[in-house]
C-alpha cells in the first residue's frame, strides 16, 4: 500500500512539474544573435515585459550566424541577425522579418583629425593598401585596422558594400560590438566598424562620401553603409503563444518609437 501511495506522490509531483515546465515554457521569449541588435532588442523585449506580467523576456548576444543557427536547430524562438539570410539559408527553412534598417559607422578615434573618407579610401584602408592616416588627409600615424570575427552579420555587410571580402587585412578581429568601439577609443591610430545604432560619443562617427549616417540618409539611401535587423524564425514551425505575441509587437506601428529611440531606423513597409 505505502508503494502504491508513494507511486501516486510521484506522478502528481511529476504531473506538477511538467505542468509548471509548460506554463513557464509559454510564458517566456527565448532571442539569440547579432550582438548589434542588442539596443534595439533590448528596448524592446524591456517594454513588452512591462506590457505582459509574468513574461520572461531573454537575449542572448552570440553574433548573427550563431543567431541563426540556434533558431534552426530549435534552441531559441526568434533569431536575431544584422545581415539578410543567404538563398541557402531560406531553403532550409528559415524566413526572414526586416525589423528595421541601420546604418554601419565607420569610427575613429575622437584624436583622430579625420572626419570625412570616401568608400573607396575605406576600402583601401581595409585592404591594406592605405596604410598611414597622412595618406587621408590625417597626422602621421600607422592605420591600425579592427573588424569583427568571421559570422559576423555587420562585418558581413561592412565587407559587402565595400566589395572587400576576403580581402580585409585585419589587426583584431572582434567578437562583438561593444568591444570594437571600446577598441577603436583607446587607440588614437584605429578605425572599426559598429552598429550607428550602438555608436556613442567615446568615438567619433565619420562622414562616407561627405554623407553623414543618420535617419534620413538611411531611409533615402544616400547613406551607402547599411544594413538590416532581421528576425529569423522557422517557416515550418509555430511559434508559441506569447513568442507570436512579442513578434507581432515588435514589428508593429507601436514599436516604432521604441526602435527609433534605440538608434534604428524601423520598417514601416
Given at each position: 500500500m505505502k508503494k502504491i501511495v508513494s507511486l501516486l506522490v510521484l506522478t502528481l509531483i511529476l504531473a506538477i512539474a511538467m505542468c509548471?515546465?509548460?506554463?513557464a515554457d509559454t510564458q517566456s521569449v527565448s532571442t539569440n544573435g547579432s550582438t548589434s541588435m542588442e539596443e534595439v532588442i533590448g528596448a524592446l523585449g524591456e517594454q513588452f515585459q512591462a506590457d505582459n506580467e509574468g513574461v520572461q523576456f531573454t537575449y542572448d548576444p552570440t553574433g548573427s550566424g550563431t543567431g541563426i543557427t540556434a533558431v534552426s536547430e530549435g534552441r531559441c524562438d526568434i533569431g536575431l541577425s544584422s545581415r539578410a539570410l543567404t538563398d541557402e539559408e531560406k531553403s532550409s527553412g528559415l524566413?526572414?522579418?526586416i525589423l528595421a534598417l541601420d546604418g554601419i559607422a565607420v569610427i575613429v578615434n575622437?584624436?583622430?583629425t579625420v572626419s570625412n573618407l570616401s568608400m573607396d579610401q575605406i576600402a583601401s584602408i581595409y585592404k591594406g593598401e592605405i596604410t598611414n592616416w597622412s595618406e587621408v588627409g590625417g597626422a602621421d600615424g600607422e592605420i591600425v585596422v579592427i573588424g569583427r570575427e568571421a559570422g559576423s552579420g555587420t562585418r558581413d555587410g561592412f565587407e559587402s558594400v565595400?566589395?572587400?571580402?576576403?580581402?580585409?587585412?585585419y589587426n583584431q578581429e572582434l567578437t562583438s560590438t561593444g568591444d570594437v568601439i571600446a577598441t577603436v577609443s583607446q587607440n588614437p591610430n584605429a578605425i572599426g566598424y559598429a552598429s550607428a545604432a550602438s555608436v556613442e560619443d567615446t568615438v567619433k562617427a565619420v562622414t562616407v562620401d561627405n554623407v553623414e549616417v543618420n535617419d534620413d540618409t538611411i531611409l533615402d539611401g544616400s547613406y551607402k553603409l547599411q544594413r538590416p535587423f532581421v528576425l529569423v524564425t522557422k517557416e515550418d514551425t509555430e511559434l508559441s503563444e506569447t513568442a507570436q505575441k512579442f513578434f507581432d509587437f515588435a514589428t508593429s506601428a507601436d514599436a516604432y518609437d521604441i526602435i527609433s529611440e534605440a538608434g534604428a531606423v524601423p520598417n514601416r513597409a
Amino acid at each position: 500500500m505505502k508503494k502504491i501511495v508513494s507511486l501516486l506522490v510521484l506522478t502528481l509531483i511529476l504531473a506538477i512539474a511538467m505542468c509548471s515546465c509548460g506554463q513557464a515554457d509559454t510564458q517566456s521569449v527565448s532571442t539569440n544573435g547579432s550582438t548589434s541588435m542588442e539596443e534595439v532588442i533590448g528596448a524592446l523585449g524591456e517594454q513588452f515585459q512591462a506590457d505582459n506580467e509574468g513574461v520572461q523576456f531573454t537575449y542572448d548576444p552570440t553574433g548573427s550566424g550563431t543567431g541563426i543557427t540556434a533558431v534552426s536547430e530549435g534552441r531559441c524562438d526568434i533569431g536575431l541577425s544584422s545581415r539578410a539570410l543567404t538563398d541557402e539559408e531560406k531553403s532550409s527553412g528559415l524566413k526572414e522579418t526586416i525589423l528595421a534598417l541601420d546604418g554601419i559607422a565607420v569610427i575613429v578615434n575622437n584624436e583622430n583629425t579625420v572626419s570625412n573618407l570616401s568608400m573607396d579610401q575605406i576600402a583601401s584602408i581595409y585592404k591594406g593598401e592605405i596604410t598611414n592616416w597622412s595618406e587621408v588627409g590625417g597626422a602621421d600615424g600607422e592605420i591600425v585596422v579592427i573588424g569583427r570575427e568571421a559570422g559576423s552579420g555587420t562585418r558581413d555587410g561592412f565587407e559587402s558594400v565595400t566589395e572587400t571580402e576576403e580581402s580585409c587585412k585585419y589587426n583584431q578581429e572582434l567578437t562583438s560590438t561593444g568591444d570594437v568601439i571600446a577598441t577603436v577609443s583607446q587607440n588614437p591610430n584605429a578605425i572599426g566598424y559598429a552598429s550607428a545604432a550602438s555608436v556613442e560619443d567615446t568615438v567619433k562617427a565619420v562622414t562616407v562620401d561627405n554623407v553623414e549616417v543618420n535617419d534620413d540618409t538611411i531611409l533615402d539611401g544616400s547613406y551607402k553603409l547599411q544594413r538590416p535587423f532581421v528576425l529569423v524564425t522557422k517557416e515550418d514551425t509555430e511559434l508559441s503563444e506569447t513568442a507570436q505575441k512579442f513578434f507581432d509587437f515588435a514589428t508593429s506601428a507601436d514599436a516604432y518609437d521604441i526602435i527609433s529611440e534605440a538608434g534604428a531606423v524601423p520598417n514601416r513597409a
